[in-house]
C-alpha cells in the first residue's frame, strides 16, 4: 500500500518480472482497512510523520494485521525532532518478537548526517531467531 500510483505500479511491474505475488494496492494507511492476520510482510519506510501523527493507534493495529509468522519491517530516521526516538520502536512493538534493532548514525568526515532506526519483528509463531538488545542513547 502506498499513496503513489507510480510507485504501486513499479512494485507490480518488479513483482511479476520476478514472478512473486503481491498485493499492492494505492490508499492512505489512515484509510486502508489493514485487517487482521492477513499480511505475511508490512515493511515501513520513512513512515515516522504518519507514526506520529495518526490518530489511530499505530503499533496495535499493525501487529494485529501480520499473520502468525509474519514480519513487521520498519526503517526511518531516528532524533529528536519528531523521528522515532531512542528505542521507540522496541518498546512500541514490545507484542513482537525483535529479531533485529539497530539504531545509529551515518557519519560524513565531520558531522552527523543522518540517524536511523532498523526493526525486523516477526508475529507469534515465526522461526526467525535473533537475540533482543535496547540500543544505547545517541550521542
Known sequence: MDFSEEAV??????????????????????????????WDLIALFYMHAWFHESTLNVPERLTAAIRPGGLLV?????SDKGDYQTNELLRSFGALKIVHYAAGYLFNSSTISAATARAFSSAPGSKLMAPTRACPPPP
Open 9 to 38: 505500479r513499479q512494485a507490480k511491474a518488479r513483482a511479476a518480472a520476478a514472478r512473486l505475488p503481491l498485493t499492492a494496492v494505492v490508499d492512505d494507511l489512515d484509510h486502508f482497512d489493514v485487517g487482521r492476520s492477513k
Open 74 to 78: 520498519i526503517e526511518s530516521y531516528a
